[in-house]
């Protein structure tokens, strides 16, 4: 089945631990993205690439690095430096059919940072 | 700076009645989506809108789109209760690759 997973589901970090959250895909697309979600919230973007070594910089970058070495993945990782890194973190990806990059998501990745 | 507002934010509506959420944007878009997240899950995707007057339908949900107005309506025909979910609307510019701004997303409770 093509998809995007990411993992772990749940993830608990004492403060001042980087942790790595991950993303993978088959679905083929070129395009993907990470987003933060905190409670009663919308999605913010914290970095999307659009091809293979390739990454930038979203609305609220500040505390996460990312890597995109394969077009499947793009893992994202959350610094010491991130000050409120508790959030639910949805990846997703995108292709180009008729223009429409419509984004899917994956079932995202819930932090809780103690 | 793109900007989207979503309004309401909270709606309780009864079973067999109908409503409309309403997406409003800053600054023109070239594509606007709108996606549904159950309680503790991930974004599904409902519909993809990209031309001024553009018209999905799929069961009881119709989104519409007037970029001359920025504005997306979401309607709500005859509501159930498996429709209760947070509907979000999101837009993007061509020149962005697809960098998709959220609104802060409808809270829909149908009750019996």
């Known amino acids: 089945d093509g998809g995007i997973t990411q993992s772990p589901k749940y993830l608990f970090r004492k403060e001042g631990q980087n942790v790595t959250l991950s993303c993978e895909q088959n679905?083929?697309?070129?395009?993907m993205y990470w987003y933060r979600q905190d409670p009663g919230q919308g999605l913010r973007l914290i970095y999307y690439?659009?091809?293979?070594?390739?990454?930038q910089k979203g609305d609220i970058a500040e505390g996460y690095s990312v890597s995109r070495e394969k077009k499947e993945s793009f893992p994202l990782t959350v610094t010491s430096a991130q000050k409120n890194p508790t959030a639910f973190y949805l990846c997703?990806?995108?292709?180009?059919?008729?223009?429409?990059?419509?984004?899917?998501f994956g079932p995202g990745t819930r932090l809780t940072v103690t | 700076e793109l900007k989207v507002e979503q309004n309401p934010l909270f709606l309780s509506m009864q079973e067999g009645k109908n409503y409309t959420i309403y997406c409003n944007y800053s600054?023109?878009?070239?594509?606007l989506y709108w996606y549904r997240q159950d309680p503790g899950k991930s974004l599904e995707s409902l519909f993809v809108?990209?031309?001024?007057?553009a018209v999905k339908q799929e069961g009881r949900l119709m989104a519409s789109l007037d970029t001359k107005a920025r504005l997306s309506t979401l309607h709500i025909t005859a509501a159930v209760h498996d429709l209760s979910a947070t509907y979000f609307c999101?837009?993007?510019?061509?020149?962005?690759?697809?960098?998709?701004?959220f609104g802060e997303g409808t809270q829909l409770t149908v009750n019996p």
């Open positions: 997703a990806s995108s292709s180009q059919p008729d223009g429409a990059y419509e984004q899917y």
């Open positions: 679905l083929n697309h070129d395009a």
């Open positions: 690439s659009q091809i293979v070594n390739d990454f």
């Open positions: 600054t023109t878009s070239d594509r």
């Open positions: 809108l990209l031309s001024n007057g």
């Open positions: 999101a837009v993007d510019k061509l020149t962005s690759g697809s960098r998709l701004t």
